[in-house]
């Protein structure tokens, strides 16, 4: 796994990436060497070529990027990702006619990026399925055993089962004992296996880790991991279920510094100005069809927990009818009908959050951080979730790093599910990871994901 803007992305994902940039320049600079000939040099020389084939791989993974095409647990099959591919390429073809047709010095030459267009289709299509038989060759895989049996070890195990980009195979499986028998397990496994990695993920270390057989395992080259922290790595979350106290202290991360916040608040209200002025022209439309849509105010007011359990009070555009909550406050569901026909394409398309730049130019919220909360739900879901007040740590937000990733959260199992993602930032939140999110949250808004 590779940090990357505090977020880990593992190596074979880079590898795609990487391969796929140079695809898409062999493509389009092979289609200049077919048109121009021994010419071909100085027209990426001169002509700026290199730069105009430079600007079409830009696009063509930004295209890829909103595509999903390295979501790969989102690519069920061989069939579907070349279908993506062709799909891509007919985008990026009407991209290119438009750019051009605005910007014509961007032309290399006549029917150049036609060309270019055609090679990639072939070339894309031979890279992802060479690349899909490379990652499952035994020489390019770990071998891996658990040591555990808990609800971590099982989130481990069907993380890895189902995310073939990882590069690992499990061989086997400790179940939980006491650290004799465990012991016996690692020195069997040390005498008669080859294996790569061993992943620690026990209940109670104090009673049951063998700790000599590890660091004889350790010192032999195998590498030792802990449990919380692969799965921090390779899902984007932290175990809360069974996480120790010790390793929220002396583990690295939740630097929550004056310096941070200051720099998050800067990026907060530089873009929830721009994004002001790009709404505005739209806010008097919206307005007016929520007036007509039901009766009732155009503004919804809401009590939220923000920054350090502290109240506020936040503004968004009604999606709901007036006496939506006349029975208490409660969750929103799948096709719920107290949302209004306008109001659920608003929610589609987030146009019911406009109104919250105003929370972030007051400080009441981030542009980015954990999605605010209703006090009532706080109350409860403090009680029944362990940790679940650290997400008030942080500044609350528009979006989040649970929001690009999983989704809205309607129950107790659900927000469980957030607060993973919660922790996370807040463990490993720095101004490029926000960056990161904002950069996903477009995706997220143009697929429809995580509305409710």
Not at 90 to 97: E, K, Q, R, W
Not at 215 to 224: A, D, N, P, Y
Not at 324 to 345: L, S
Not at 423 to 429: A, E, G, M, S
Request: hydrophobic letters at 45%; glycine letters at 8%.
């Amino acid at each position: 796994m590779i940090r990357v803007f505090n977020s880990y992305v593992p190596s074979r994902t880079i590898v795609l990436l990487c391969g796929e940039v140079a695809v898409i320049c062999l493509s389009f600079s092979l289609a200049i060497f077919l048109r121009f000939g021994q010419d071909s040099i100085l027209v990426l020389k001169y002509e700026h070529g290199m730069w105009k084939i430079l600007i079409v791989t830009g696009l063509a993974m930004l295209c890829a990027h909103y595509l999903e095409m390295y979501d790969l647990q989102r690519l069920s099959s061989p069939g579907e990702t070349y279908f993506r591919i062709l799909t891509l390429v007919g985008t990026l073809a009407f991209l290119l006619a438009g750019l051009t047709l605005v910007f014509p010095r961007l032309l290399v030459g006549r029917n150049v990026f036609l060309t270019g267009l055609c090679i990639l289709s072939l070339m894309w299509v031979l890279w992802r399925w060479a690349f899909g038989h490379l990652v499952f060759l035994p020489m390019f895989r770990e071998r891996v055993y658990l040591l555990g049996d808990g609800e971590r070890a099982k989130r481990i195990m069907e993380a890895v089962r189902t995310r073939s980009e990882l590069g690992m195979d499990i061989i086997g499986w400790a179940n939980e004992g006491n650290s004799e028998v465990l012991g016996k397990v690692l020195r069997d496994l040390g005498d008669h296996t080859n294996v790569d990695r061993v992943i620690v993920a026990l209940k109670d270390r104090r009673t049951t880790m063998p700790v000599n057989e590890l660091l004889e395992l350790r010192l032999s080259g195998v590498r030792i991991e802990d449990g919380t922290t692969l799965l921090e790595k390779i899902s984007g979350q932290i175990e809360v279920d069974e996480l120790h106290p010790s390793w929220l202290i002396f583990g690295d991360g939740f630097r929550l510094g004056e310096r941070h916040w200051y720099l998050r608040r800067v990026f907060s209200t530089l873009l929830a100005l721009a994004l002001c002025l790009v709404t505005a022209p739209f806010i008097p439309i919206i307005a007016l069809i929520v007036k007509l849509s039901s009766p009732g105010p155009v503004l919804y007011r809401q009590q939220r927990v923000g920054l350090r359990g502290k109240a506020f009070t936040c503004y968004k555009f009604r999606t709901m009818r007036q006496d939506a909550e006349a029975g208490g406050a409660k969750w929103a569901t799948d096709d719920d009908p107290r949302i209004t026909k306008t109001g659920n394409f608003m929610r589609r398309t987030r146009m019911d959050e406009i109104p919250q730049f105003w929370n972030v130019l007051r400080g009441d919220m981030a542009f980015v951080g954990p999605r605010p909360e209703r006090p009532e739900f706080v109350e409860k879901l403090t009680q029944e979730i362990p940790y679940y007040y650290l997400r008030h740590m942080a500044r609350p937000g528009i979006t989040g790093w649970a929001q690009v990733n999983y989704g809205y959260g309607s129950s107790v199992e659900e927000s469980k599910e957030k607060l993973r993602y919660d922790l996370y930032y807040i463990r490993n939140i720095s101004l490029t990871l926000d960056l990161l999110i904002a950069f996903y949250t477009v995706r997220a808004v143009m697929v429809g994901r995580g509305v409710r």
